[in-house]
């Protein structure tokens, strides 16, 4: 096999090679450019205020893939936005329903449970803390 390269060796031919010795992943790993927040990353760091939250609603934080409800004054409630039909993430909360556009799927804010479907699994719930007026996922 001839090539237009110095060492004779194609760039497949050396991908390849890496990958056998078992550096291949790590090489290719690093051409993804995103963030960890695609992945549905929930971060470590706080996600939100508790004045942010309005009593009786929520607020979806897409970049975190949660959402934060306050149901009742002083109590809130975090879970996956990640609506357990088909995996869309969830994008509105109404009233006290958390809404999924792609088939219509609802959720309570209380307690993630399904209010209507096509889902039939409630939101996972995420714990977390309450430091200083800030919510942060445990």
Known sequence: ????????????????????????????????????????????????????????????YADRNLVVTQPTSGTFKVFSATCTHQGCQVNKVVGTTIDCSCHGSE?????GSVVQ????????SVEFTVKSGQIVPS
């Open 107 to 111: 959720f309570s804010i209380s307690d």
């Open 1 to 60: 096999m001839t090539s237009d390269h110095p060492t004779g060796l194609s760039r497949r031919r050396m991908i390849g090679g890496a990958a056998a010795v078992g550096i291949g992943v790590p090489l290719l790993a690093g051409c993804g450019g995103g963030d960890d927040t695609a992945t549905g990353d929930t971060g470590s760091g706080p996600v939100a205020k508790e004045s942010d939250i309005p009593v009786g609603g929520g607020v979806i």
């Open 117 to 124: 479907g096509p889902a039939t699994k409630p939101l996972p």
